[in-house]
């Protein structure tokens, strides 16, 4: 879950920073402060309500995944909240009350941390420049190479070895003596005409395309009406803007 769920971190984390005016660091650096010193007293608090709400978008999604839940919980023989609901709807007899009363906690969890958190950050006073003065840092030598070795470290556990792997495996035709017969076949499968696969990946890209157009043109609408009028009703729309977010997919999909 981690290494699916750390990119939208980044992507939110370096919005927030690329939206910050680093003057306040750097007249704390000519004041003689110490990185740390600044990180800890300049830059984390600008970046904790980026932080805060990252880090509740991953929850829900890593509450809420049903995918690694479904294929790795019942080998592990780990019982993850998303795979039980999907067990106790569909495996007979099914338990429709006990999967919507889980669905119902989880749900409850995501809004009472959200709601914790705007609490939380209506506390937090900061002051930020309007016009971000963007300041690049050259790394050293050593810096450079250690910072190669994580990001690729990094970049290779979370996107080349899954890849491969199974790219390798959906080559396998069958096992003899121990060693793989690769071939094309499982590919030829997916693609014949009439095939369940094909069926699947014409639906899940028609019913994909289609909800980000209509998510694009109501997100629009939404941020419009959010940065250009005021209001209760404004307030209102914030507010209700945030809570499919919130609320976990697997939810809806009971209800």
């Keep these: 879950m981690t290494l699916t769920s750390f ?4 992507l939110l984390v370096e919005s927030a920073l690329l939206g910050i005016s680093t003057r306040m660091e750097d007249a704390a650096r000519c004041l003689g402060s110490s990185p740390w010193r600044i990180f800890r007293a300049i830059t984390l608090p600008l970046l ?11 929850f829900i999604d890593a509450v809420s995944n049903f995918g690694i839940a479904a294929i790795l919980a019942p080998r ?4 993850l909240l998303p795979e039980v609901i999907y067990e106790l709807l569909t495996s007979w007899p099914t338990n429709l009350p006990l999967g919507a009363a889980l669905s ?17 950050m209506a506390r937090q006073t900061v002051t930020n420049g309007r016009l971000p003065a963007l ?5 050293g030598r050593g810096r450079t190479t250690a910072s190669w070795l994580f990001f690729g470290t990094l970049f290779f556990f979370s996107s080349v070895l899954p890849v491969a792997a199974v790219l390798y495996m959906s080559l396998i ?7 793989p017969e690769l071939s094309l076949e499982n590919y030829a499968a997916i693609f014949r005409p009439g095939s369940r696969g094909i069926e699947a990946l014409s639906t899940s890209l028609l019913l994909s395309v289609t909800a980000a157009t209509l998510t694009v043109i109501i997100g629009a609408v939404v941020a419009y009406a ?10 209102f729309l914030d507010q209700l803007s945030v809570l499919p977010r919130v609320v976990p997919n697997l939810v809806v999909a009971v209800a």
């Design 173 to 179: 035709k069958r096992w003899q003596g121990g060693r």
């Design 135 to 139: 300041r690049l840092i050259a790394l």
């Design 7 to 10: 990119g939208a971190v980044a």
């Design 48 to 58: 904790l309500p980026a932080i805060m709400n990252a880090g509740i978008l991953v």
């Design 226 to 235: 959010l940065s250009r009028f005021r209001g209760r009703l404004v307030s």
């Design 76 to 79: 592990a023989n780990i019982p």
């Design 104 to 120: 119902a906690v989880l749900a409850v969890t995501a809004m009472t941390l959200v709601m914790l958190n705007q609490h939380l």
